[in-house]
């Protein structure tokens, strides 16, 4: 208790201010490259993590995968992130496409690698192929293993608070 | 660099951003790569080709894949996925991509092969159009690789027609 009192004590009030600045500026700039990752891939997430297993052995869970987002057509063959109005968005690859003539909208229809069946099932509300507007980007690039942190801490909350804490405990008593 | 800190600090943040360079290279290091696959399909026999109940045309084929895609394999390639997707157009759609087939093919020496196979996922048309018609079928490729940028290309194979009427 002592050692809390005297830290508290020993800071002035323009070394509060320019800590809680630094915290603010490294808060801003890491929003600014994520808006900035957002507005180049054109993909409202343009990071996401692989939460199930039903892309392997391409993407395993923990994996995670770069999108990009352009108005090139929906192929058959390309690796999709798609969200029909679902708790977490599922990353398939695209099985069947009919494009119509006129309106240039396209039925789609996916399927994950490892499963022995195409997602028709996992559709909401019964559709019965997916369209291009739930599509929220193409998998272009990939990195093993980096996602396993996003998981436990979505798992196991309490892991997330502790590290918060514990980096809310290092700013607020570090020196300088 | 004085306190146990500073230094677990300085440390983790050189070997994030060692493996992060050494991830792009790698990725990097796959267009070197000069890749020249060849692919071949045949038609052995028309199955059944019939209209469904609710209107839709399917079809069942039985075919013989052949394919060397060995160069397409790098030292950061996890697996290739390849399938087999038959495009043609109806009066109604411009396009239609329909996947017959795939596989995952997760080593170089498995890369050229030939294999004799009915169409893994049902042929289904949006209508009745397929009567008669010319499709062709293409051999796609996705390189996967450990890490950084996949590739996908394709051959496409033109010359085949289903038949005149329902068998």
Known sequence: MGWIEENMKSTHFRQILSQAISLGMVISSALIIWKGLIYITGSESPVVVVLSGSMEPGFKRGDILFLYMNKDPIRAGQIVVFNDGRDVPIVH???EVHEQRDSKEADILTKGDANPHDDRMLYTSSNRWLQRKYIMGRAVGFLPYVGWLTIIMTDKPIIKYILLGALGLLVITSKE | MHSFGHRLNGLLTFSVTILAIMCAIASLSDNLNTPSPTADIKIMNINWFQKQPQGNDEVSLTMNISADLQSLFTWNTKQL??????????????????????????????????????????????????????????????????????????????GYSFPEEYR
């Not at chain 2, 399938?83 to 239609?96: C, G, W």
């Not at chain 2, 949006?126 to 008669?132: E, F, I, S």
């Not at chain 2, 499709?135 to 940028?149: A, D, R, S, Y």
Request: charged residues 20%; glycine residues 4%.
């Open chain 1, 93 to 95: 690859r695209v099985i």
């Open chain 2, 81 to 158: 996925f390849i399938f087999v997707a038959a495009e043609y157009e109806t009066p109604k759609n411009s396009l239609n991509q329909v996947s017959l087939w795939d596989a995952i093919i997760p080593a170089k020496e498995h890369a050229k092969f030939w294999i004799h196979t009915s169409n893994k996922y049902r042929f289904v048309d949006q209508g009745n159009n397929l009567r008669g018609k010319k499709f062709n079928l293409t051999l796609h490729w996705h390189v996967m690789p450990k890490t950084g940028k996949m590739f996908a290309d394709k051959i496409v194979m033109a």
